[in-house]
């Protein structure tokens, strides 16, 4: 389970497609107080955060518009409580740059 903290812009379709499938993943163990995955460093670094997992999910939405996918899955904004900025980051800017560079995708990093 990922989140990149990597404009969406430069994700390639692979990781822009399946960070929005992650992303609502997580929403739903985060709101329903599911266990599976409730202490993923990826979860952990969420809660509290709704807020700004709301808006990277708008981000998301808003870069696959842009590409021509049609998005169905709107997230609900009741939810979008807590901070608004996520700060906290499970592997450096650095090192998911890397990580995604090592990958061999169409990444633009």
């Avoid at 499938?21 to 599976?36: F, M, Q």
């Avoid at 842009?66 to 901070?83: C, I, M, Q, S, W």
Wanted: charged share 30%.
């Amino acid at each position: 389970m990922r989140i990149w903290d990597v404009p969406p812009e430069r994700l390639c379709r692979n990781h822009l497609l399946g960070e929005h499938r992650e992303l609502h993943a997580l929403w739903s163990i985060i709101i329903n107080n599911k266990k599976g995955y409730a202490h993923h460093p990826e979860t952990m670094r969420w809660r509290g955060k709704l807020k700004a997992l709301y808006l990277r999910h708008e981000a998301l939405v808003e870069e696959m518009t842009k590409r021509g996918y049609k998005h169905h899955t709107p997230l609900d904004p009741a939810f979008a409580t807590g901070e608004a900025v996520q700060d906290e980051l499970v592997d450096s800017y650095k090192e998911q740059i890397r990580l995604l560079k090592e990958r061999g995708c169409d990444c633009r990093v």
